[in-house]
Nanobody, 120 residues
Framework: QVQLVESGGGLMRPGGSLRLTCKAS????????IGWYRQAPGKQQRELVA????????YYPNAMKGRFTISRDNAENTVYLQMNRLRPEDTDVYYC?????????????WGQGTQVTVSS
Protein backbone atom coordinates (compact mmCIF):
# COMPACT_ATOMS: atom_id res chain seq x y z
CA GLN A 1 0.00 0.00 0.00
CA VAL A 2 1.53 3.28 -1.12
CA GLN A 3 1.48 5.93 1.58
CA LEU A 4 1.45 9.66 0.85
CA VAL A 5 3.17 12.26 3.02
CA GLU A 6 2.50 15.97 2.68
CA SER A 7 5.01 18.74 3.34
CA GLY A 8 5.80 22.30 2.39
CA GLY A 9 3.22 24.22 4.34
CA GLY A 10 3.98 27.22 6.46
CA LEU A 11 3.18 30.81 7.26
CA MET A 12 2.97 33.15 4.30
CA ARG A 13 1.86 36.72 3.77
CA PRO A 14 -1.04 37.43 1.45
CA GLY A 15 0.13 37.54 -2.14
CA GLY A 16 2.94 35.09 -1.54
CA SER A 17 3.56 31.63 -2.97
CA LEU A 18 4.10 28.16 -1.58
CA ARG A 19 4.79 24.80 -3.15
CA LEU A 20 3.38 21.79 -1.38
CA THR A 21 4.88 18.34 -1.86
CA CYS A 22 3.12 14.98 -1.73
CA LYS A 23 5.75 12.27 -1.55
CA ALA A 24 4.75 8.65 -2.07
CA SER A 25 6.38 5.71 -0.34
CA UNK A 26 6.31 3.71 -3.55
CA UNK A 27 5.60 3.78 -7.24
CA UNK A 28 2.74 6.07 -8.24
CA UNK A 29 2.89 5.13 -11.90
CA UNK A 30 -0.01 2.72 -11.58
CA UNK A 31 -2.18 5.04 -9.48
CA UNK A 32 -4.93 6.57 -11.59
CA UNK A 33 -5.18 9.96 -9.89
CA ILE A 34 -3.70 11.91 -7.02
CA GLY A 35 -5.32 15.00 -5.62
CA TRP A 36 -4.86 17.81 -3.16
CA TYR A 37 -7.64 18.59 -0.71
CA ARG A 38 -7.97 21.12 2.03
CA GLN A 39 -9.92 21.30 5.25
CA ALA A 40 -10.65 24.34 7.36
CA PRO A 41 -10.69 24.15 11.17
CA GLY A 42 -14.04 23.01 12.45
CA LYS A 43 -15.23 21.77 9.09
CA GLN A 44 -15.82 18.08 8.55
CA GLN A 45 -15.74 18.20 4.78
CA ARG A 46 -12.53 18.39 2.83
CA GLU A 47 -12.72 20.23 -0.46
CA LEU A 48 -10.86 19.29 -3.59
CA VAL A 49 -8.23 21.79 -4.67
CA ALA A 50 -6.84 19.97 -7.69
CA UNK A 51 -6.27 16.49 -9.03
CA UNK A 52 -4.14 14.95 -11.72
CA UNK A 53 -4.67 11.65 -13.45
CA UNK A 54 -2.02 9.30 -14.77
CA UNK A 55 -2.93 10.21 -18.32
CA UNK A 56 -4.65 13.49 -19.10
CA UNK A 57 -4.81 17.04 -17.89
CA UNK A 58 -5.04 18.38 -14.37
CA TYR A 59 -8.49 19.10 -12.98
CA TYR A 60 -9.42 22.13 -10.90
CA PRO A 61 -12.84 22.89 -9.48
CA ASN A 62 -14.06 26.27 -10.69
CA ALA A 63 -13.36 27.93 -7.35
CA MET A 64 -9.70 26.82 -7.52
CA LYS A 65 -8.86 27.81 -11.06
CA GLY A 66 -6.24 30.45 -11.69
CA ARG A 67 -3.94 30.40 -8.65
CA PHE A 68 -3.11 26.74 -8.12
CA THR A 69 -1.11 24.40 -10.32
CA ILE A 70 -0.81 20.67 -9.73
CA SER A 71 1.93 18.62 -11.29
CA ARG A 72 2.96 15.01 -11.12
CA ASP A 73 6.44 13.51 -11.37
CA ASN A 74 6.05 9.76 -11.68
CA ALA A 75 9.82 9.24 -11.76
CA GLU A 76 10.14 10.91 -8.35
CA ASN A 77 6.85 9.50 -7.03
CA THR A 78 5.84 13.01 -6.11
CA VAL A 79 2.92 15.34 -6.75
CA TYR A 80 3.25 19.09 -6.22
CA LEU A 81 0.79 21.88 -5.64
CA GLN A 82 2.05 25.32 -6.56
CA MET A 83 0.01 27.97 -4.79
CA ASN A 84 0.31 31.58 -5.96
CA ARG A 85 -1.24 34.89 -4.88
CA LEU A 86 -2.18 33.37 -1.56
CA ARG A 87 -5.15 34.78 0.33
CA PRO A 88 -6.09 34.53 4.02
CA GLU A 89 -8.97 32.28 3.05
CA ASP A 90 -6.45 29.74 1.75
CA THR A 91 -5.54 29.06 5.37
CA ASP A 92 -6.28 25.36 5.84
CA VAL A 93 -4.69 21.99 6.36
CA TYR A 94 -3.81 20.56 2.96
CA TYR A 95 -3.89 16.83 2.27
CA CYS A 96 -3.08 14.64 -0.67
CA UNK A 97 -4.97 11.50 -1.45
CA UNK A 98 -5.10 8.93 -4.17
CA UNK A 99 -7.67 7.30 -6.41
CA UNK A 100 -6.05 4.01 -7.36
CA UNK A 101 -8.43 3.15 -10.21
CA UNK A 102 -10.47 5.34 -12.51
CA UNK A 103 -13.74 3.70 -11.55
CA UNK A 104 -12.96 3.36 -7.87
CA UNK A 105 -13.18 5.60 -4.82
CA UNK A 106 -10.57 7.83 -3.27
CA UNK A 107 -8.74 6.30 -0.34
CA UNK A 108 -10.56 6.35 2.98
CA UNK A 109 -7.34 6.91 4.92
CA TRP A 110 -5.80 10.37 5.14
CA GLY A 111 -2.36 11.49 6.20
CA GLN A 112 -1.41 14.23 8.65
CA GLY A 113 -1.62 16.99 6.09
CA THR A 114 0.43 20.16 6.03
CA GLN A 115 -0.75 23.44 7.56
CA VAL A 116 -0.88 26.53 5.38
CA THR A 117 -1.45 29.82 7.12
CA VAL A 118 -1.83 33.05 5.18
CA SER A 119 -1.69 36.11 7.34
CA SER A 120 -0.12 39.53 7.44
Amino acid sequence: QVQLVESGGGLMRPGGSLRLTCKASGDIGSIFAIGWYRQAPGKQQRELVASIARPGSPYYPNAMKGRFTISRDNAENTVYLQMNRLRPEDTDVYYCNKQPRASGPWDADWGQGTQVTVSS
